[in-house]
């Protein structure tokens, strides 16, 4: 089992950037696909990008491509999220998870994801 301890999250202002790190231990995330997620208050977990376990390939919610960018670093067992831009609808609750599961084009499904982290508040305002 891996445990998922996600950091990085804060208060910023329109258009700065945060970088979002998902730190795992347990187990080498070297074999894991990741996803990054968000939910705000009263809505469901939302998709925003995933890195297949290489890093070889990427994938982005629409709302974010172009200003978010994940990548991993297998040595240091992390997954990070750059956000650059960063609007106030940013603004929520991101959340790492992870799955040794082959997604094939369901990315996005949270229901295929098998360890989650705490989750870390990222709030953006205007």
């Known amino acids: 089992q891996v445990r998922l301890v996600e950091s990085g999250g804060g208060l910023v202002q329109a258009g700065d950037s945060l970088r979002l790190s998902c730190a795992a231990s347990?187990?080498?995330?070297?074999?894991?696909?990741v996803g990054w997620f968000r939910q705000t208050p009263g809505s469901g977990r939302d998709f925003v990008a995933a890195?297949?376990?290489?890093?070889?390939?990427?994938y982005y919610a629409d709302s974010v491509k172009g200003r978010f960018t994940i990548s991993r670093d297998n040595v240091k067992n992390t997954v990070y999220l750059q956000m650059n831009s960063l609007q106030p609808g940013d603004t929520a609750v991101y959340y790492c998870?992870?799955?040794?599961?082959?997604?094939?084009?369901?990315?996005?499904?949270?229901?295929?994801?098998?360890?989650w982290g705490q989750g870390t508040q990222v709030t953006v305002s205007s």
């Open positions: 347990g187990r080498t995330l070297s074999r894991y696909c």
């Open positions: 890195v297949s376990w290489s890093g070889a390939n990427t």
């Open positions: 998870a992870a799955t040794t599961k082959a997604l094939g084009n369901s990315w996005y499904r949270t229901g295929l994801y098998d360890f």
